[in-house]
């Protein structure tokens, strides 16, 4: 069985069908680095009365695995697209980044290269462009990086809240210093994809309202907003005396056509056969700095993520660490072909870990997102595993596109330590995907 994914009308023009209950008619107007779609998503159907469909990133190692070096240079194109229309400042080596990417090379060290005299305030949205929002930060000789985060704690107070209507988790917190945004820089917003654009408009509205400034960027590899949506942007501008830039890999119109209920049923049969994999626990924290306590775990988190601020130089320090750590990483793999898993929101510093390991090394992350589940060819969600997320049992995690036996060896990255238990019905649900050896590492305890 196959879904009928893509149908090319022309060469601007794409119909994707999804589950023969959802059609989206895109048309594409800007493809600066004439990228092809097929290399950065496909589809999938939302389990969400909000919005029905997701485009499932490529290259953003959240619902499919990915090359991790495949997202690292995601943020590094963004970062030239960046500095080319909004700076016009040509950097020398995007040609080379182009080809990286297109060629699916698997050798490149992310290293700054837009200069101290852009010092921008860069945001990454939770959960899923956490890691896309560091690796454009990356890029930068003097910028500061924070992520928005589902976070609820207690002993600090947000800086900016704001809401995402459309999201499965809407509320939006932001734990930074308050010298970090009460300023007049530029602020650069960094998302995987803008259908709306809302989610932004709401962001700098909160901003605004308490630490104004005259000019804000949004990021983001796709951009389907309409024309009444870019509209709505023109409309901000004017009415709070500011400027909003767009970057964008891919720009276009997206037209959505449900004509059919999708409805789940979960697969419980029994897997034949299935074997517990060898578990190693390893801990890292060694190398990490305990931060503040979240309201549902009593281990900390740890303050090199960016869910807390970080800045240029503390991020050379933060790639001198996972080098380090990563070392340690490399004499505890014993498989052919390696999986590494982040957590959540928790995805930049397991995706610059997995780009360091070695060899066969494909990164993703679980996801608080529900999708439709269904094994056809070209679809965006053909497994599933769901289980109590093991940092917060309060909340579904789910990991996509692992079929049995695809992996030998399994690294599970957990931001905090968690007892036992907690980790028992991941445990469980790892043994359908039939691998070998399994290591699950803390980053704070």
């Known amino acids: 069985m196959k879904d009928t994914q893509i149908l090319t ?24 680095y004439q990228l092809p779609l097929e290399g950065l998503f496909t589809m999938a159907a939302r389990i969400n009365k909000k919005r029905s469909f997701l485009f499932v990133s490529k290259v953003l190692g959240k619902h499919l695995p990915i090359d991790p070096i495949k997202g690292l240079l995601t943020g590094a194109l963004l970062a030239a697209r960046f500095a080319e229309s909004i700076k016009a400042w040509k950097y020398q080596e995007t040609e080379n980044l182009i080809r990286s990417f297109r060629e699916n090379e698997t050798e490149f060290q992310s290293a700054p290269f837009i200069p101290k005299s852009v010092n921008p305030v860069v945001i990454g949205f939770a959960e899923t462009a956490t890691a896309l929002g560091h690796a454009f930060f990356d890029c930068f000789e003097n910028a500061e990086y924070f992520h928005t985060t589902r976070e609820e704690i207690d002993s600090l107070t947000p800086s900016i809240t704001f809401e995402e209507e459309h999201s499965h988790a809407t509320s939006h917190r932001c734990y930074i210093p308050l010298s970090m945004i009460q300023n007049d820089r530029e602020i650069i917003l960094v998302d995987d994809e803008m259908t709306t654009g809302k989610t932004a408009i709401n962001i700098i509205e909160s901003i605004h309202a308490q630490f104004p400034r005259k000019e804000y960027t949004v990021v983001s590899i796709l951009d389907w907003r309409s024309e009444a949506n870019i509209q709505r942007y023109s409309q901000l501008e004017k009415s709070l005396g500011i400027k909003i830039n767009v970057v964008s890999l891919i720009g276009g119109n997206v037209q959505v056509n449900e004509f059919s209920k999708l409805e789940v049923h979960e697969n419980h049969e029994a897997c034949l056969n299935t074997k517990k994999p060898c578990i190693e626990i390893l801990s890292l924290s060694a190398f990490f700095k305990s931060a503040h306590v979240a309201a549902n775990n009593q281990t900390p988190l740890i303050q090199e993520t960016g869910r807390f601020g970080i800045d240029s130089r503390a991020n050379l320090d933060l790639h001198q660490k996972i080098h380090d750590a990563a070392a340690v990483l490399r004499q505890h793999r014993n498989g052919t072909k390696t999986l590494c898993l982040g957590t959540g929101e928790f995805m930049y510093i397991p995706m610059k870990l997995a780009a360091e390991m070695g060899r066969n090394v494909f990164y993703q992350s679980s996801t608080r997102s529900p999708i439709f589940p269904k094994d056809v060819e070209g679809y965006g969600a053909r497994q599933r595993i769901s289980f109590p997320n093991p940092e917060d049992q309060d909340i579904a995690h789910f990991v996509y596109n692992i079929p049995p036996f695809e992996y030998d060896e399994l690294f599970v990255f957990i931001e905090r330590e968690v007892p036992e238990g907690n980790l028992q019905p991941f445990l469980k649900q790892v043994e359908k995907l039939q691998i070998k050896s399994m290591k699950i590492v803390f980053f704070s305890h």
């Open 9 to 32: 009308l022309s060469k601007k023009t794409y119909t994707y069908t999804i589950l023969d209950a959802i059609t989206c008619n895109i048309e594409v107007r800007d493809n600066p």
